[in-house]
């Protein structure tokens, strides 16, 4: 008996202190919110004042930042950091007006614990991205860049961070989408390695500091996160961002969250301030997870938005009613962006976009641009343009996206883009780089003819590359063919800057129709 009571009271002793080595961390997450400091739609864009009051709103920084306090006070005496995946900058008239200060203002007061760089806070150059590692009160860090020959960045980029959180040592590495240097503007000083070569350095680095609990927060988008997760060795989490993909265990189509490659977690929280990750992990006494759960959080109407914010917002949005009324440019003429004329046949404001498009990719390789005409808003008066004028047109806050597809797919998509005429739907295509015939009393799947890419016939079996929006890109209008489109990226810039910057370089923009488009 007594050996017995002996041996239950060593085991006992024995699962207490491998209870009290257990170690507990909740990684609070966003990713890619885009300058969304204002409410957004179900759609993802800025939300007017009266749809927000209704409750018809998500996300806005305000309500990220109830979120967040209320988790770290339900929270309180456990082990907390608050993390971001990158892009931060670009997607809203806050960023097009204040350049970066209205984003780190508000990273400041959310209290990140440590950022990712994503490609779009190299927008504005090497510039851009100081400005924000200047601003903000926490490490912005990528490990696969290398900017010892900036003579901007050297010295500014982290490629690790070490937290202590709870008498514990948290390392937290990272890495860039590869291709930055194709979806934005680092100089050639800043040159990129491979994201998990690197990040195994970094882990590497860590562990012979002892350290045995490593994050990483990337910006590579979710495939590579997944791959990230199977072939880097001492990673035990991997929080993402980039690829905008929603996890969650409650809302239909969703990837899991987390997701497990093996013992390895994944998570992301979609996009654009409309979610909040929480990812809880357990930890042995030999830093081995042994638990991973959590989940996103939607930021609906239920969500109050922080009063101080709100307030600070509406400080900010003044100068941006100014810079509706900015000129960018001007215009011969009327610019026709009717929709009964823009969903039927080529249009000049379907020429001037698709133009832009082409315009601002063609260093790119990318032959072919394509626009909705139902994304065509309104038409531009002759005279001068506003940035006002621009955004009615283009109101949706699309992202430019390119992609490659084959001839064959692509003349799949003009079809559908005819295949709509007689309801005015708003899929019909205005295209530049791109001609073709349409025979609107054909059957829909046989209208399209004389298809040329410049000067050339389609050929079915090349490939040819594309710029589209992110709408279009991603299926809408019935341009499901584009979904799995080859080396997709949806994020580049706001469709309205890049027509309202096509626009102020044409001096005196004269509108005009070539032919692109034969009506038969």
Excluded: W
Aim: aromatic share 6%; charged share 20%.
């Amino acid at each position: 008996m007594t050996l017995r009571l002996l041996m239950t009271s060593c085991a006992l002793a024995l699962m207490a202190q491998t209870a009290a080595a257990d170690y507990t961390l909740h990684i609070i997450h966003t990713n890619d919110l885009h300058s969304r400091i204002e409410p957004i739609t179900g759609s993802d864009s800025t939300c007017g004042a009266e749809a927000n009051a209704a409750g018809e709103c998500f996300g806005g920084v305000a309500r990220v930042i109830t979120k967040i306090n209320a988790l770290r006070e339900e929270l309180a005496g456990e082990n907390v950091i608050v993390l971001d995946a990158g892009d931060q900058y670009q997607g809203s008239l806050m960023y097009t007006t204040y350049k970066g200060d209205v984003e780190a203002e508000f990273m400041n007061i959310i209290g990140y614990d440590a950022m990712a760089i994503g490609n779009h806070e190299f927008d504005d150059g090497d510039e851009g991205l100081l400005k924000l590692i200047e601003l903000v009160d926490f490490p912005v860090i990528a490990g696969n860049i290398d900017v010892s020959s900036s003579n901007i960045l050297a010295g500014q980029v982290a490629n690790h961070v070490v937290l202590e959180v709870g008498g514990e040592r948290i390392g937290i590495i990272s890495a860039l989408a590869f291709d930055t240097t194709e979806t934005s503007s680092p100089s050639d000083a800043v040159i990129f390695t491979n994201e998990i070569e690197s990040l195994s350095a970094d882990v590497a680095a860590l562990q012979d500091e002892g350290v045995n609990k490593i994050i990483a927060l990337n910006h590579v988008g979710i495939n590579k996160d997944l791959a990230i997760a199977e072939e880097v060795a001492g990673i035990d989490a991997v929080v993402g961002g980039h690829s905008h993909t929603l996890m969650s265990n409650t809302e239909e189509g969703a990837m899991a969250y987390p997701t497990m490659v093996g013992d390895v977690p994944v998570v992301q929280a979609y996009a654009y301030s409309k979610y909040v990750g929480h990812l809880t992990l357990v930890f042995d006494d030999e830093g081995n997870v042994t638990s991973a759960t959590g989940d996103t959080i939607l930021l609906d109407a239920s969500v109050a938005e922080d009063e101080s914010a709100v307030a600070r917002i509406a400080e900010l949005a003044g100068p941006i009613e100014e810079m509706k009324t900015r000129l960018v440019g001007s215009t011969t003429e009327a610019i026709d962006g009717d929709r009964t004329v823009c969903r039927a046949m080529e249009c000049t404001m379907g020429n001037l976009i698709a133009d832009a498009m082409l315009d601002r990719v063609a260093d790119q390789g990318v032959q072919i641009a394509i626009q909705n005409g139902g994304g065509i808003r309104a038409s531009i008066a002759a005279g001068g343009v506003t940035m006002g004028d621009v955004l009615t047109v283009l109101p949706f806050q699309n992202t430019l996206s390119t992609f490659e597809v084959t001839g064959e797919v692509m003349l799949a998509a003009l079809e559908n883009g005819v295949g709509g005429i007689e309801e005015g739907a708003g899929r019909f295509p205005q295209v530049a780089g791109i001609s073709f015939t349409v025979d609107a009393e054909a059957p829909v799947g046989e209208r399209i003819s004389d298809v040329m890419v410049g000067d050339a016939p389609l050929d079915p079996a090349a490939t040819y590359g594309v710029v589209s929006n992110n709408y279009v890109r991603n299926g809408g209008d019935g341009y499901a063919m584009f979904e799995d489109a080859m080396n997709a990226y949806d994020f580049g810039p706001d469709l309205a800057d890049v027509l309202a910057e096509y626009i102020a370089e044409q001096g005196d923009y004269a509108p005009y129709t070539d032919g692109r488009i034969t009506l038969r």
